[in-house]
Structure formats: C-alpha cells, structure tokens
C-alpha cells in the first residue's frame, strides 16, 4: 500500500519549492501560509516588485561586509515571512490562526510580523541563532518548531 506523505513534510516541501523564485544572492528562502491544510500564501526573499534584482545590481550586504543575522535593514530585499503577509494583505486574506512553514527559522523582525498577524504555529527546517526571536514566540505563545527531514528531494 501506498504510504501518504505526512502534512508537514508536504508543506515544507512547498515552501522549499517556492524558496527556489528567490533572487538573493546569500541565501534562498522560501514560506508559505497554510490555512486548514491549504496553502493561502507563498513568499520567497527578494527585492520588491519594479526594482532590479540583486544578481543584476549586486548584494549591498557583501559590499559592506553584513555578517548574517545583522543590519537587517541593510538590504534590498524582503524576507520570505514579510512577503507571505503582503501577498495575503494584496488578497484581502485573514492569517490569524495559520500555520508558517520556513525554509529558515525567522528573524525576530519576521517573528514580530507573524507574532502580530496571528499565526498559530511556526514551522522551519533550518535553525537561525536568534535567540530573542526565541523568547518573543515563547511569550507569545506561538508554537514553533525546528522540522527535520530531506525537503529538497
């Protein structure tokens, strides 16, 4: 018999196919909102709609020497998790109570976004030392967890 793979595998199997649109130049990310077992929005990172994309203009964060986790605001671009809310705001679509699945555990701006649109629980493959973003999804009382398995196949 034919073995049904599990939701969450299948979810975060979504978002690393999303993660793939991503035109940053450090690293793919990809997220989706699942509503009911339904996928209501997808974001990658990427800069924003009209704007020339980093592989054609270059990574101000290279340039200036960012190391990962810091400056946030010294990119061009728009984190996967912020995409996924703007797609559903552009749609007129409610995240209150969805579930998050990352391919990157999010950062705290991330977290306080999806702490404050609702999501009821956050799922990611890959661990991202913030320990702040941590404790804000822990106060808050946002489920999340680190999703092991081979998403990419």
């Known amino acids: 018999m034919h073995q049904r793979m599990p939701w969450p595998e299948y979810f975060m199997k979504i978002a690393h196919l999303v993660a793939q649109r991503s035109t940053c130049l450090r690293r793919a ?18 800069v924003p709609s009209k704007v020339p994309h980093c592989e054609e203009v270059g990574c101000i964060r290279e340039t200036m020497s960012v190391p990962s986790g810091q400056r946030h605001e010294l990119c061009r671009g728009l ?8 797609q ?16 990157t555990q999010p950062c705290l701006i991330c977290t306080k976004m999806l702490i404050n649109v ?31 398995g081979d998403f990419q196949s």
């Open 79 to 86: 984190h996967a998790e912020q995409n996924v809310i703007i």
């Open 29 to 46: 990310v990809g997220a989706i909102a699942v509503m009911d077992k339904r996928v209501v929005a997808t974001g990658y990172n990427g």
């Open 88 to 103: 559903a705001a552009t749609h007129g679509l409610s995240l209150q109570g969805c579930d998050i699945y990352c391919t």
């Open 118 to 148: 609702g999501a009821a629980n956050i799922y990611y493959a890959e661990h991202y030392p913030d320990e702040l973003a941590e404790n804000m999804l822990a106060e808050a009382g946002v489920n999340h967890a680190l999703l092991e």
